[in-house]
């Protein structure tokens, strides 16, 4: 079993804070301190449009080479390259294995810091993504992109 310095998002780190509109810019900082933390901000931040976020995608395990005579200089080769594909691609599953529950984990600890009296919280667990979650918080909380019905007015008029 390899061993890495990877954050993982269970180990001891407090939940977030509760989820309110005058705190929506603290909580969202939070929110990507957490991911940054976790090294996911990149498939969940909301300044991203979905189709330019980063995919996670699972790795191709890399096949043996198919030649059987070892005293060939070119089977020592394919040998080698084989070796490397195959570390680089447990590197690539063991990051997979730890970014897939962090995800997961986020979003719970999203859900969980949305009051559940809000009148949108069985809708939470409807989206297909966390960066879709968290734009739709921040349509629902962000108070700074809202303009109030006399300023909307306003700005129709002119």
Known sequence: ?????????????????PLAYDTWKQWLLVVEL????????????I???EDELTKIIKPTRPTMPGMT???NPDW?????QYEALK??????FELLERRVPAI??????????IPQDAEFFHETWEFESTHKLLLD??????????????????SETQ
């Open 1 to 17: 079993m390899t061993t890495s310095n990877f954050p993982n998002m269970c180990d001891g780190a407090p939940g977030l804070p």
């Open 34 to 45: 957490k991911a940054r933390a976790a090294h996911i901000w990149q498939y969940v931040d």
């Open 47 to 49: 300044l991203k449009p």
């Open 69 to 71: 005579n070892k005293s």
């Open 76 to 80: 020592k080769m394919a040998m080698r």
């Open 87 to 92: 570390r680089r691609y447990m590197w690539e």
């Open 104 to 113: 997961l984990f986020l979003t719970l600890e999203i859900v969980d810091s």
């Open 137 to 154: 918080l921040e349509l629902r909380f962000d108070l700074s992109s809202r303009q109030s019905g006399s300023e909307r007015e306003d």
